[in-house]
């Protein structure tokens, strides 16, 4: 099997439905209660840092870890503390919460004040104490990307402002309102990092945004823009590495291992504004969408506001409501109960009617080769799921069931309407055994 991301794969041709893609962010006002779980990225989850009763402000901080793998958690209000307990992720675990009483007031933490950066070791030590993880969905702790044994081990960083998801226009807002922030960010990465060559990529169904980011690139040396077709998964880091400079990454490996870094448009942006500020992340911008809201449009939400108070924002829901989920269609996560709040790594709340979440009857799959052809990282769902089938762990290891990225295409592509993805995840369950027996020989 070859070893490295399949340059034929094609992705899967999504409905877009950038239907905010002109709506200007529109701030919330500041909620009357916040709820920040401990657990908001990829790594060590965070352990409170203050007690009941506590008075906080703006950009205190209330959950830190000492794993390098984390990132420090700070209030997005200024209030107290009214209770410490537990709340369930919607992957079901459940970890450490803190609530906090808003005063209205949103007094700054008077420790706030831009952070001194005078070399590489500091720029890290920043990064990590502005709590910046990936705000493009995946939330891996920004500090623990950019921190590298060897600065020569990259020469091209990769800003991702594709933005595949259909629905989604959170991105496409943060480079229309705030451009001067993006370059910003890419000149302190290049800066401290040492990176010559920058590329922008983003795809072609967002023609204002990648004109202003033309626009913005005018004059500057070693930094382009890639306009890249409108084809789902094209965000994700294998296949954007892939497209914009032709570069292979090893099934299992990482974007180092080709001399890459790949960063959000949102998070470059972001931490541009951190270092001229010192103000933490405290908030996202969000597009709410969906057939089921009232009125759609981008929003920028305060960290731990309850996802009831941004569907009420937006006038509510209306008709036969399905679902509503974080994220886009394709890898976003189901919400129950929408009292939960929003997490850093939130970018939307899509609220969606009944007929379009219902599930199809399943057919047997046809061996069409379907999910096989749009495949962005070249694996064979339906040979994985025979191994799946017959409770095979080595099969399902020998196949690489563990690079799939559970993007979605192969179920969206299936015309037997199978639960190709879910099948793929009860695959890597399997492939953990393989490698369990393994090591107990």
């Known amino acids: 099997m070859k070893n490295v991301f399949k340059r034929a794969a094609k992705g899967a041709h999504v409905p877009h439905h950038k239907n905010t893609q002109n709506s200007a962010t529109v701030d919330m006002p500041v909620p009357a209660k916040i709820v920040l779980p401990m657990q908001q990225h990829i790594g060590a989850a965070v352990v409170p840092v203050v007690k009941e009763g506590d008075q906080v402000f703006v950009g205190t901080v209330v959950g830190q870890s000492?794993?390098?793998?984390?990132?420090?958690?700070?209030?997005?209000?200024?209030?107290?503390?009214t209770a410490l307990g537990e709340v369930k992720l919607p992957n079901g675990t459940k970890v450490a919460a803190v609530e906090i009483t808003s005063d209205g007031k949103q007094t700054l933490e008077p420790a706030i004040a831009p952070p001194e950066v005078t070399d590489y070791d500091s720029f890290i030590a920043a990064v990590r104490a502005s709590g910046l993880v990936g705000l493009g969905g995946a939330g891996f702790p920004t500090s623990m990307k950019?921190?590298?044994?060897?600065?020569?081990?990259?020469?091209?960083?990769?800003?991702?402002?594709?933005?595949?998801?259909?629905?989604?226009?959170?991105?496409?807002?943060?480079i229309m309102e705030n451009s001067d922030a993006i370059l910003a960010g890419i000149h302190a990465v290049q800066k401290w990092m040492g990176i010559k060559n920058v590329i922008i990529?983003?795809?072609?169904?967002?023609?204002?945004?990648?004109?202003?980011?033309?626009?913005?690139?005018?004059?500057?040396?070693?930094?382009?823009?890639?306009?890249?077709?409108?084809?789902?998964?094209?965000?994700?880091?294998?296949?954007?590495?892939?497209?914009?400079?032709?570069?292979?990454?090893?099934r299992r490996g990482l974007p180092l291992s080709v001399g890459c870094i790949v960063m959000n448009v949102s998070s470059i942006a972001f931490l541009a504004d951190y270092l001229r500020t010192g103000v933490p992340l405290l908030s996202r911008r969000l597009t709410v969408d969906g057939g089921c809201i009232t009125k759609p449009q981008n929003v920028r939400a305060l960290i731990g506001t309850p996802i009831d108070d941004v569907l009420a924002f937006c006038g509510g829901t209306k008709g036969d409501l399905g679902e509503v989920i974080t994220g886009g269609p394709m890898m976003g996560v189901l919400i129950e109960d929408t009292s939960f709040p929003i997490l850093k790594q939130n970018n939307g709340v899509l609220a969606l009617p009944r007929e379009e979440v219902l599930?199809?009857?399943?057919?047997?799959?046809?061996?069409?080769?379907?999910?096989?052809?749009?495949?962005?990282?070249?694996?064979?769902?339906?040979?994985?799921?025979?191994?799946?089938?017959?409770?095979?762990?080595?099969?399902?290891?020998?196949?690489?069931?563990?690079?799939?990225?559970?993007?979605?295409?192969?179920?969206y592509v299936c015309p037997a309407k199978r639960p190709v993805t879910e099948t793929m995840r009860r695959a890597k369950v399997l492939q953990k055994k393989a490698k369990k027996g393994a090591r107990g020989r």
């Open 66 to 81: 000492e794993s390098p793998l984390s990132a420090p958690i700070h209030s997005s209000v200024s209030g107290t503390v």
């Open 146 to 174: 950019l921190k590298l044994k060897d600065l020569s081990m990259v020469d091209t960083l990769i800003v991702n402002a594709a933005e595949c998801e259909p629905y989604l226009t959170a991105d496409n807002r943060e």
């Open 359 to 411: 599930l199809p009857d399943v057919q047997p799959c046809i061996h069409c080769g379907r999910c096989i052809d749009c495949c962005p990282v070249g694996l064979s769902p339906c040979v994985i799921a025979a191994g799946v089938d017959a409770n095979d762990p080595q099969e399902v290891d020998r196949l690489q069931a563990d690079t799939c990225m559970e993007c979605g295409c192969c179920t």
């Open 201 to 250: 990529g983003i795809e072609r169904n967002k023609p204002e945004a990648m004109d202003k980011l033309f626009d913005l690139i005018k004059g500057e040396t070693g930094v382009k823009v890639k306009p890249l077709p409108a084809v789902y998964p094209q965000g994700a880091e294998k296949v954007l590495i892939e497209v914009c400079t032709g570069r292979e990454v090893p």
